[in-house]
């Protein structure tokens, strides 16, 4: 481990020349989200929609993984999982979560933070029809976050229900469906070389719903 970490400790990437345009900020946040996000997949990101999705449970342990976006607007972001996860349990409890993007090609990270609550079920079903068949039986054979016994339970649960839906729709389980993040804080972070970063803060009012916008240190 010392090696590692000696390796660690020498990593640097200092030739980063984007800069923000500050007369090209547009007022809503949502607005550079869409210009950042376009750049990412025009630029063969791999998996640009893919963000680091924390929550906090009620025994205040943050907890963290990566899921993959879908679609955002003017109400939020919106993802799909399983409501009884780990991640649904503590949404339960705790509707504050925070996602993360990270676009290292472009030397760009964004978070953004709010309040999840569940999308209409009928938004939920659309998505799950649009999904693969294979992952629309793994969706009604997996119990996400619990213990599995083995891998081979896992298969026997998943040929079992490819027999009990062979030949008509696979139905969208009642403990999966979608999520919208709507959010009230969100901060666009472009690196420079030198740690002379970037960082754009955008605060959403509680009360008249505008936005206010400030530069941060880096």
């Known amino acids: 481990m010392n090696s590692v970490n000696r390796l660690l400790k020498e990593l640097r990437d200092e030739e980063i020349n984007d800069v923000f345009d500050m007369r090209e900020i547009p007022e809503n946040p949502l607005e550079l989200f869409e210009r950042w996000m376009s ?66 090609e472009l ?20 998505y799950f029809k649009s999904r693969p068949r294979e992952s629309q039986v793994s969706a009604v ?29 696979v139905p969208r389980p009642d403990y999966w469906g979608g999520y919208c993040l709507s959010h009230d804080g969100i901060e666009f972070w472009q690196g420079r070389s030198h740690r002379m970063h970037d960082r754009i803060q955008y605060i959403k009012d509680d009360v008249s719903g505008i936005w206010s916008m400030q530069l941060l240190y880096p």
């Not at 679609?71 to 979560?97: C, L, P, Q, W």
């Not at 213990?147 to 729709?169: A, D, F, Q, T, W």
């Open 39 to 104: 750049d990412a997949i025009k630029s063969n990101v791999n998996l640009p929609n893919a963000m680091h999705f924390s929550t906090v449970g009620d025994d205040r342990r943050p907890s963290g993984r990566i899921l993959l976006l879908k679609g955002f607007d003017e109400r939020g972001f919106v993802f799909f999982t399983n409501y009884d996860s780990r991640k649904g349990e503590d949404i339960k409890k705790n509707r504050y979560a925070s996602m993360t993007f990270f676009w290292r």
């Open 107 to 126: 030397y760009r990270q964004v978070r953004i933070e709010g309040s999840v609550e569940k999308i209409p079920e009928t938004e939920s079903d659309q």
């Open 141 to 169: 054979a997996s119990e996400q976050s619990k213990v599995l016994e083995s891998r081979e339970k896992l298969e026997m649960r998943i040929s079992e229900n490819e027999k009990r839906y062979s030949g008509k729709p």
